[in-house]
């Protein structure tokens, strides 16, 4: 895991505002969001849950930083076959639509 994707992950679970380069997390009343090139990629609603978004962009960077926010969870992660992506949960794959999607 890059340095960038593990500092950001630590300020996201961490509860604390960060910016590097592309990078960036943002800290409100009500949730944390994870942004990659000005897109929210990732957002934890206080009560609600971790949703995740590759915004249109399903490139290595976005992947390698949505699996940084998904190590937390150790039975999760993002993987790409035949250029379509897909999210194994508790060993459970299914495919990553367009979209949010609810991780818990």
């Given at each position: ?30 949730a ?17 849950g ?14 390698e930083?949505?699996?940084?926010i ?35």
């Amino acid at each position: 895991m890059r340095k960038i994707t593990q500092e950001a992950t630590k300020a996201f679970y961490g509860g604390y505002s960060f910016r590097k380069d592309n990078t960036e997390v943002i800290i409100n009343d009500n949730a944390r969001l994870f942004y990659l090139h000005g897109n929210c990629i990732a957002k934890k609603v206080l009560g609600d849950g971790l949703y995740i978004n590759h915004c249109g962009w399903q490139t290595n960077t976005a992947k390698e930083r949505l699996n940084g926010i998904l190590a937390a969870y150790r039975s999760a992660w993002i993987y790409q076959k035949d250029f379509v992506w897909y999210i194994v949960k508790d060993e459970k794959e299914t495919e990553f639509l367009d979209g949010w999607n609810r991780i818990d």
